[in-house]
């Protein structure tokens, strides 16, 4: 019963440096999302992909990159660490494309320290 | 521009006491609202998810209000438990995304 996974559970990077955050879900939902949760913040939305083969910015896109491999899969990746980045990561995916009313399952997150 | 906003920040409650948790939001266009636990250094676990055309919804001890003409939720948690102790989250999702309150963080004492 994994639902949402993502690897690394924990990641330091220089500034600089690039890295691929991975996500994989096992319901067969339609939408895969990445958020960042930073203190004072809350959660935000970096890119999300309404169904497999696309892709959209959500409210804090720049300095990211996405790509869903497949259905199940949805990565995101950091061309060139900034200490800005310096957040936890969390990946969430739900049934149905973005405006229809369904909730979302996210997982454990993704902590990263960028130095 | 959606903003939601959980009050009070922090709560701290003796066990056994019912315990109401606010969550308001500026513009009632919503499709939906879902209230979300999270545990220290964990994700988010989805508690309840009223519908825009619902008032509430009910799980276990669990039980949210939806009133969008106010641009309010609350979520009250009867009879609470050291266990009930994290951070709770509420999220409106409105056209393609949730726009997430900044939560509020809950103790219950033994």
């Known amino acids: 019963n994994a639902g949402v996974t993502q690897t690394p559970k924990f990641q330091v990077l220089k500034t600089g440096q690039s890295m691929t955050l991975q996500c994989a879900q096992d319901?067969?939902?339609?939408?895969m999302y990445w958020y960042r949760q930073d203190p004072g913040m809350g959660l935000r939305l970096i890119y999300y992909?309404?169904?497999?083969?696309?892709?959209d910015k959500g409210e804090v896109p720049n300095g990211y990159n996405v790509s869903r491999l497949n259905k199940r899969e949805f990565s995101l990746r950091l061309e060139s660490a900034a200490p800005s980045q310096t957040s936890v990561y969390f990946c969430?995916?739900?049934?149905?494309?973005?405006?229809?009313?369904?909730?979302?399952?996210f997982g454990p997150g993704t902590r990263l320290t960028v130095t | 521009k959606q903003e939601v906003t959980q009050i009070p920040a922090a709560l701290s409650v003796p066990e056994g006491e019912n315990l109401v948790l606010n969550c308001s939001f500026t513009?009632?266009?919503?499709?939906?609202l879902q209230w979300f636990r999270q545990d220290p250094g964990k994700g988010l676990t989805s508690l309840l998810l009223?519908?825009?055309?619902?008032r509430e919804q009910t799980s276990g001890r669990l039980n949210a209000s939806l009133d969008k003409s106010s641009g309010r939720s609350t979520l009250y948690i009867a009879a609470s438990q050291p266990g009930d102790s994290a951070t709770y989250l509420c999220?409106?999702?409105?056209?393609?995304?949730?726009?997430f309150g900044q939560g509020t963080e809950l103790s219950v004492k033994p």
């Open positions: 969430a995916s739900s049934e149905a494309p973005m405006g229809v009313a369904y909730e979302q399952y």
């Open positions: 319901m067969n939902h339609n939408s």
């Open positions: 992909s309404a169904s497999e083969g696309t892709t």
């Open positions: 513009d009632s266009a919503i499709y939906n």
């Open positions: 009223i519908q825009s055309s619902q």
């Open positions: 999220a409106v999702k409105e056209g393609g995304k949730l726009i």
